[in-house]
């Protein structure tokens, strides 16, 4: 076929040459882009031998031929410790085994988009070469497509492997019996499979031994799987295409009519289209990152995954350091500063209110904390980390205003109020230290009414006792105007600083300038979560459901989609899978259509979902947006 455009595009070329003589002012051209992927002419030995014993495997293509990234798109199953050299010389495909084929044994080289013509790399695609070390070519096979289990999206070029080896441990400990890779769209076939039992898996093989690694994402199959095949009849039609005149127009009609139909037999293997969710767990390695001190008074230490207990931290002597002799007078400074822990304990910040410490340039901790061995589990470690201050080179002249500016210091506070101020959202006033005292009638808040500032009752609520976040509490009504004062002094640090004053003003916007949107569920389950999205698949807000519906107040006039996911163990948030536990990730459902919400109207939505297959679920607009971080 491709010879024979060749032929045709010679005699038009010729054609081109000519017509370029009598109009010299026109160049040439250039022929049109070949589309067509190399053909496969001869394949030594052939495809389907049996009692397979050579070194070595030929492909004889039709025209000149380059390969793409061997190692990520050529796949050999059942997977090798050494994986064969594949070689493009020419218009022969090479592939030479390094290590000993399995006797009895179906072997499938899966080439996937690697082979491509030489000149615009156009790749020759599911090009399959199978053999067998035995009697016969095995050939059940199971099928299925491979989802992301946070975001619904198909996940593409994901190992996907079968175990003979049905105990847990496999999975981690050998590698798998039969592979494939999963193609652009999250589709998988795993081709030549021998008669028997196997377990299931998909594999983010980082590490490329075909064996899971903890940190690896994976998904499994529930039950076992028992492939097999059956001769189905299928009925086809032949059609015939007529071309005829319209006498009104005489416009070309073309018609497709039946001519006849026929009934043949095919072969379907089962199980196919099999669902698989893929997902991370939440197993992380903990360890100790760094420790950093930008400022003397205060230092932190960062690790690498939430703690569920604090470390131990002890400052250590300088005799338990250097040796320097006495230190009698020592204190250890540790019991007289502040301890920031972040919400998840995997930064701790240490505000130190000791003098001398303060002054010290070099701090040695000793910290005892778990972490992580190879197996996931966790055990104890003692290190010794050094906290250091390094002083900004500055002239002198800018080292005066930095040491003026050091002794003048205001307590800087921040608050969220502005013109811009939703209804829904809290004041906030943030400091940029732990507050030592704070005097709550210092805190004023005032409705605008005409000309007129009507004092307003708040309440004042710390997020901790290092109140560097603050709630001012409220009943704010819409379209309505507020004046935010704090009055100087009204915080004062640990190190003894006040605030200035501040002052900020509030205007809310009218309720007829919001939407608000009303989720019922047709199929009510008291375990859903429904979470509203923006057209980022980013989740803007959450509500449990409800007999009467979760109702979404106060939104802004745009675009929205719906998702829920069912809570099963309660915690108020989407939970991913574990392996060892068996525990599946929690399933999550899409709402079909997008919600276009308009200013001052209410809008009501049923949510079926268990209507739909939830893989299929999921709006256009959002597949393949992977915001699982923001979540």
């Not at 070689?87 to 082979?115: M, N």
């Not at 540790?334 to 919400?343: F, G, I, N, Y």
């Not at 290092?466 to 002094?489: F, G, H, N, R, T």
Request: with cysteine.
């Amino acid at each position: 076929m491709k010879l024979q455009q060749y032929i045709v595009f010679g005699g038009i070329l010729t054609t081109l040459l000519f017509a370029s003589c009598a109009n010299r002012g026109q160049g040439p051209q250039g022929g049109p882009r070949d589309s067509i992927p190399p053909v496969v002419m001869k394949e030594t030995p052939l495809n389907g031998t049996l009692n397979f014993t050579g070194k070595e495997i030929v492909v004889q293509f039709d025209e000149y031929i380059q390969l793409d990234d061997v190692q990520k798109n050529v796949l050999i199953s059942p997977p090798q410790q050494t994986p064969p050299e594949v070689k493009a010389i020419g218009k022969k495909l090479s592939v030479v085994f390094q290590e000993d084929l399995i006797d009895s044994t179906t072997y499938t080289l899966d080439f996937g988009p690697a082979i491509c013509d030489y000149n615009e790399k156009v790749p020759l695609e599911g090009y399959v070469f199978s053999f067998s070390t035995g009697d016969v070519i095995d050939s059940l096979a199971i099928s299925g497509k491979l989802y992301d289990a946070a975001t619904l999206n198909p996940m593409p070029f994901v190992i996907v492997g079968i175990h003979r080896n049905l105990s847990d441990s496999a999975l981690s400990t050998i590698p798998f019996t039969r592979i494939t890779r999963t193609d652009s769209e999250g589709n998988f076939i795993i081709h030549n499979i021998h008669a028997g039992t196997y377990r299931l898996y998909a594999l983010n093989d980082i590490s490329r031994d075909y064996i899971y690694q903890p940190g690896e994402a994976l998904a499994y199959a529930d039950s076992l799987i028992v492939p097999s095949c059956r001769i189905e009849e299928h009925t086809d039609t032949i059609w015939k295409d007529t071309l005829g005149i319209d006498l009104l127009t005489g416009d070309t009609l073309f018609t497709r009519l039946v001519d006849s139909t026929y009934t043949h037999q095919v072969t379907h293997s089962y199980p196919e289209s099999l669902i698989m969710r893929c997902f991370e767990e939440s197993k992380q390695r903990r360890y100790f990152q760094r420790v950093f001190r930008e400022e003397q008074h205060v230092f932190s230490l960062v690790f690498s995954a939430p703690q569920d207990t604090l470390p131990i931290i002890r400052a250590l002597r300088p005799s338990e350091v250097d040796s320097l002799g006495n230190d009698s007078s020592w204190v250890d400074f540790l019991q007289h500063s502040m301890l920031q822990a972040s919400l998840n304990k995997d930064t701790l910040t240490f505000w130190l209110t000791d003098s001398l410490a303060i002054g010290m340039d070099s701090i040695y901790l000793q910290m005892q904390y778990k972490v992580t061995d190879s197996l996931y589990n966790l055990v104890d470690k003692i290190d010794t980390v050094l906290a250091v201050y390094r002083h900004p080179r500055l002239s002198e002249k800018a080292r005066e205003t930095y040491e003026r500016n050091k002794r003048n210091r205001k307590l800087e506070l921040k608050t969220n109020a502005s013109s811009k101020f939703e209804i829904y959202d809290t004041i906030q006033v943030l400091s940029a230290f732990p507050i030592d005292s704070l005097n709550d009638d210092m805190f004023h808040l005032w409705q605008k009414v005409d000309t007129i500032l009507k004092p307003m009752a708040v309440k004042i609520e710390k997020k901790d006792s290092m109140a560097m976040e603050v709630y001012i509490m409220a009943k704010l009504l819409p379209e309505a105007s507020y004046q935010l004062k704090i009055d100087s002094a009204a915080c004062i640090d640990i190190y003894g600083t006040s605030n200035d004053s501040i002052e900020a003003t509030l205007k809310l916007k009218s309720k007829e300038e919001y939407s608000s949107l009303t989720v019922k569920l047709e199929s009510f389950d008291s375990l859903a979560r429904i979470q509203l999205l923006n057209d980022k698949d980013v989740v803007i807000r959450e509500l449990p459901a409800t007999n009467d519906g979760a109702k979404f107040e106060y939104l802004a006039p745009t675009t929205y989609y719906l998702r829920l996911y069912i809570d099963l163990d309660g915690d108020g948030k989407w939970t991913t899978g574990d392996w060892l536990l068996k525990r599946q990730p929690e399933p999550i459902y899409y709402f079909p259509k997008k919600l276009k919400l308009r200013a001052n109207w209410d809008f009501e939505e049923n949510f079926d979902h268990l209507a739909i297959p939830r893989t299929n679920s999921k709006p256009k607009a959002l597949v393949g947006k992977d915001n699982k971080k923001k979540r």
